[in-house]
């Protein structure tokens, strides 16, 4: 793992170089990732401007940032995303805003399908699902805890809605499109920061 881990970290982006290279793609009507379609296109604009009013108007909670101010440790979160991705463009704004509050972390962000070891080693119910936040402590160099794709509340919604009707179609996208618009951030910040408090507590039992 070790080695995926660092072979990742090198073709990491900053959050805003990662926002820039997107947006140059899309400017070239391409997209990021191997595959390209006149969707995926779509999807990727779509995901501009959400985005945006993400990022200027996300706001991270007063509990939340106490408790990241209150970890100990320094920590990188290597983030797997995609331009295209419409979890990925509601959360990852959220991790940045977290990531920005404490100088205990750095967020770097890496294309998935530039990164199929590292991906191949997080694969939820085997899929290669986005985003995928994997926690890093920086002094031991050692992964700690990974998050995502999505909140439980998220992750739930999709899976009954499956379960009903069999497909996951565009009604089922804007449904879970909703349920973030709605949530505003609150549920993916508390899951975080309670993992975030887990691997602190789990880096004292071996210390």
Known sequence: MKIAVAQSILKSHSYDKYRTIVSDLLIAGKVSGNEQSQDLVHYSELNEVRMNRLDKKMVVTEEVIKKIMNLKKNYLWLVLSEG?????????????????????????????????SLMNLFLTNGNKAIPKLIIIDKEAEEVVGSWGPRPKAAADLIKSYKQQYGVIDETAKTELQLWYLHDKGISTQNEIIE????CEQLNHQTL
Do not use: T, Y
């Open 84 to 116: 295209w991705c419409g979890d990925a463009a509601q959360l990852l704004p959220i991790i940045n805003k977290m990531a920005s509050v404490s100088q205990h972390i750095e967020l770097k962000v890496a294309f998935r399908d530039e990164n199929e």
């Open 195 to 198: 993992l975030m408090i887990q």
